[in-house]
């Protein structure tokens, strides 16, 4: 249930293949936000995926041409055939059998251990990439290869970034950056936080595309801007502007002063924007006097 898993189901699906998803856990893409996971998860359904949630696996076995998969779903036992098995339980750097303890590497768990300039426990050694076992991305791998590159030769000029925006391709795509709504009111307090939405059924461009199965979803704390989520497609587009604002530490209301080209998604955010400065303008009415 995974960005691998959901992501090849869904298009092995819409190329005629009967495709079931065994998750371990309750919901897909536990990460990201539940609530627009929830309409994903419908929009995968209908694309013909079988879903199996709270599955836990006790066996997976040969039987003729078959495999067969046995284990307990909803508290009873479950059994599940197939042509073929695609396990996509994520990577684990394979750091077996290089020897890095004997020039003093440090590994873990998660692979080889580095500190925020990506270099290792030797000084003279740098890693980057799932190998360093921080964001299993493309994109961050590329990001900590430069980094370490650039304190090779400049020590300590660059300090590789927590902050890693995502996006899972599905269709709808589900684009992430920063903390979710539950994570937000965690840190910040239930009464510090704002949950702002734009329901793709009011974007003329997602009207004009036949594509309003989405939402962008903006999480603020105190008027600041600490969590994103965008499900539509494309969203891995959109979520650029709201992962620089994030970063930034923006308010919503300071992206109103920028001009949103029309007609485009990221009109929505232009409009939550608006909202969020007319809120703020609402709370300073006592400023403005009113007619005897």
Not at 118 to 147: C, P, W
Not at 187 to 216: C, F, K, M
């Amino acid at each position: 249930g995974g960005p691998i898993s959901v992501e090849i189901s869904q298009a092995l699906a819409r190329l005629g293949v009967a495709v079931t998803v065994l998750q371990e856990g309750e919901r897909i893409l536990p990460r990201d936000e539940p609530a627009l996971v929830d309409r994903l998860t419908r929009a995968i359904q209908d694309s013909g995926v079988e879903l199996n949630l709270g599955v836990e696996i006790e066996s997976v076995s040969v039987e003729g041409a078959e495999k067969v998969v046995r284990g307990t779903t909803g508290g009873g036992p479950a059994e599940w055939r197939a042509e073929q098995i695609l396990v996509g339980a994520g990577r684990r750097p394979n750091v077996e059998g290089l020897d890095l303890e004997q020039v003093g590497v440090e590994t873990g768990e998660r692979g080889v251990v580095v500190n925020g300039a990506m270099r290792t426990s030797v000084k003279s050694v740098y890693a980057a990439g799932d190998l360093a076992g921080r964001y299993l991305f493309t994109h961050s791998a590329g990001y900590e290869a430069a980094a370490a590159i650039r304190n090779m030769f400049f020590p300590g000029s660059s300090e590789a970034t927590d902050f890693v925006p995502w996006c899972t391709y599905t269709d709808p795509e589900l684009a992430h950056a920063g903390l979710t709504e539950a994570q937000a009111r965690e840190e910040h307090g239930e009464d510090d936080v704002h949950v702002w939405r734009h329901d793709l059924s009011h974007s003329d461009r997602a009207r004009a595309e036949s594509n309003t199965e989405g939402e962008i979803r903006i999480v603020t704390a105190k008027g600041r801007m600490v969590g994103a989520h965008v499900l539509a497609a494309g969203a891995g587009e959109v979520i650029h502007e709201l992962a620089l604002a994030i970063h930034e530490k923006k308010k919503l209301s300071d992206l109103g002063s920028l001009v949103h080209v029309y007609p485009t998604l990221s009109m929505g955010i232009g409009q939550l924007a608006g909202e969020a400065s007319y809120e703020r303008a609402g709370k300073l009415g006592f400023l403005v006097r009113s007619k005897a």
